[in-house]
């Protein structure tokens, strides 16, 4: 016979959550979930609290993304939960394995008008891979992991279970969640075989590795299938620094020569979204390669698109024997792009201007970035450039909000990001409009001890917006910000400290004082208003 738990729906949920590898809950408090907290409390189980409930669900989503493990994040009833909706949405667009439990008032008298009262399953359903509300308190390890398995099966994503007070507050005697089963997708060896004939027989290949890579820790056998076959990879979100810079298969700046000039284009681990030109790669034939089938494009025909577990897939690809093309000629001509690409680069973030331009800011910022720093990036034009600037030196150090483009990501990214790694850097980049909607999360980081630095790109304005506005209507309106805002103000009046610079010889002095500081330190950086980032389309 299993071995039998005892307690309130508290302590039994958080036997289930344990054994699924939780080792935390990121909240904000409300009455529905105290059993939560109390079974926290009593097990010296780490609570994390914010200021809105959208930053414990970053926080749980960055735990996610950065550890390949649920990441959890405990909401009160009806406001909480709502409140929490565009973070569940988010970790749903980038497979990160979230699990929500929200309060929920008693089933009992439902329906009579209980404080917070709402159902909640219909709401999140769409954003979910589970939701459901638990409908006895024997049956909390159960749905528990129920909720756990779904969000970690690939295709990854978040879930939902909501606990009616009753349910919650009430003791039961049930069996122990035994060890978590994740089942795996099996390939189709037929739909992989064709795949590295394509790949391998290609004049001129490319691919272009994403989230689920890292999700599903597969990098290594990305690298091994890479060098096996000869291939350039570009990468985009968790993928990134999935072949670190300077390994002569890893390219980022000749993405353009490389998209225009492929023959087969292989997309790994990440949707045929916006991102990536919904998939329309000219002449090149698309091989597709996702974790589900459910993942599959429909919107583009491609070659082949194996489904299933991305090591499974990704070593097959390693292992491949059959006649190849060699790819010299092509890897050669892409590094003369990619070298030319990084050396305009290089010359924009060594310039001087007054005001400061954003790609000087991360000039400095590469200086003093250690190879596993974590960056985040959270607003508009300010990130565009730090994802052009910022090389990632290894996988998994590089947080975006991904495809639902979500601003406020950022503080609770960062809480995640510190109670992962206690001893990185971890850095946030926000523009000044993206810091208006989790600034306030600087006073959850000081009060809690979880340092972090900010970097604000101050231009004042929602700059992604009003230059685009410009361009379509000749002018803008609710596009401006107090411009010289001084927010460093506001995180030390909510216990960090910072500084404001306004000249480029003054950005690394300030960024070295704001990593030695200990505490959530924003460096508020004026950059010029005038600066647009470069992009074919504008809206965002
Ligand atoms: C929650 C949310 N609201 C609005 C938007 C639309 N949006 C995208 S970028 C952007 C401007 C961001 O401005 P800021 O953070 O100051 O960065 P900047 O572009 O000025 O560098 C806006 C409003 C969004 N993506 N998410
Ligand atoms: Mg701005």
Not at 327 to 345: N, Q
Request: net charge negative.
């Amino acid at each position: 016979m299993s071995e039998m738990i005892e307690g309130h729906g508290g302590e039994l949920a958080l036997a289930a959550l344990r054994a699924y590898g939780v080792t935390e809950m990121f909240t904000l408090s409300g009455g529905h979930v105290f059993p939560l907290y109390d079974a926290a409390h009593k097990a010296g189980f780490p609570i994390y609290d914010v200021r809105h409930e959208q930053s414990a669900v970053f926080a749980a989503e960055a735990v996610a993304k950065l550890q390949r493990r649920p990441g959890l994040a405990v909401l009160t009833a009806g406001p909480g939960v709502t409140n929490g909706i565009s973070g569940l949405t988010s970790a749903f667009f980038n497979a990160s394995p979230v699990l929500v439990m929200g309060g929920r008032a008693p089933a009992f008298r439902w329906g009579s008008g209980s404080l917070q009262e709402i159902d909640h399953v219909p709401l999140v359903a769409p954003v979910t891979k589970y939701a459901a509300t638990v409908a006895g308190t024997d049956q909390i390890p159960a749905e528990v992991a129920r909720a756990l398995t779904a969000a970690l099966t690939a295709h990854r994503g978040p879930a939902f279970l909501d606990l009616p007070l009753e349910v919650l507050f009430s003791s039961e005697d049930v069996a122990a969640p035994g060890a978590p089963e994740i089942p795996v997708v099996e390939p189709d060896p037929g739909d992989v075989a064709r795949a590295a004939e394509l790949l391998a027989a290609a004049e001129r290949p490319v691919i272009i590795a994403g989230s689920d890579v890292w999700g599903g820790n597969a990098i290594a056998e990305l690298r091994a299938a890479a060098e096996a076959l000869q291939i350039p990879v570009f990468a985009n979100g968790m993928g990134r620094g999935a072949l670190p810079p300077g390994h002569p298969l890893a390219f980022a700046r000749a993405r353009r020569p490389a998209l225009d000039g492929a023959d087969v284009v292989a997309v790994i681990g990440t949707p045929l979204d916006f991102r990536l030109g919904f998939g329309e790669f000219g002449a090149a034939r698309v091989v597709h390669i996702v974790d589900a089938p459910t993942q599959r494009a429909g919107h583009v025909e491609t070659a082949v698109s194996p489904a299933g577990d991305l090591r499974l897939i990704l070593a097959a690809l390693a292992d491949h024997t059959g006649p190849r093309a060699d790819h010299s000629g092509w890897i050669d001509g892409l590094r003369v792009a990619e070298d030319a690409g990084k050396a305009r680069d290089a010359e924009a973030m060594a310039a001087e201007s007054d005001p400061i331009k954003p790609a000087r800011v991360y000039g400095e910022l590469r200086k003093v970035l250690a190879p596993d720093a974590v960056t985040i990036g959270d607003g508009g034009d300010f990130v565009s450039y730090a994802g052009r600037y910022l090389e990632p030196a290894q996988p998994g150090t590089w947080l975006d909000p991904g495809p639902y483009g979500c601003l406020g990501t950022g503080m609770g990214y960062a809480m995640g990001a510190r109670v992962t790694y206690p001893d990185r850097q971890i850095c946030v980049l926000m523009g000044d409009g993206a810091a208006g909607f989790s600034l306030m999360d600087a006073e959850s980081l000081a009060r809690q001890k979880l340092p972090v630095v900010i970097v604000v790109g101050n231009n004042g304005i929602w700059g992604l917006e009003k230059h685009p506005m410009q361009a379509m209507y000749g002018y803008d309106v609710a596009a401006d910000l107090q411009p010289g805002l001084r927010y460093d103000h506001v995180v030390e009046a909510l216990g960090g400290a910072g500084e404001t610079v306004e000249k480029s010889s003054d950005l690394g002095p300030a960024l070295e004082r704001a990593f030695d500081a200990g505490v959530p330190y924003l460096v508020n950086v004026l950059t010029d208003p005038a600066d647009a980032y470069p992009r074919s389309s504008n809206l965002a």
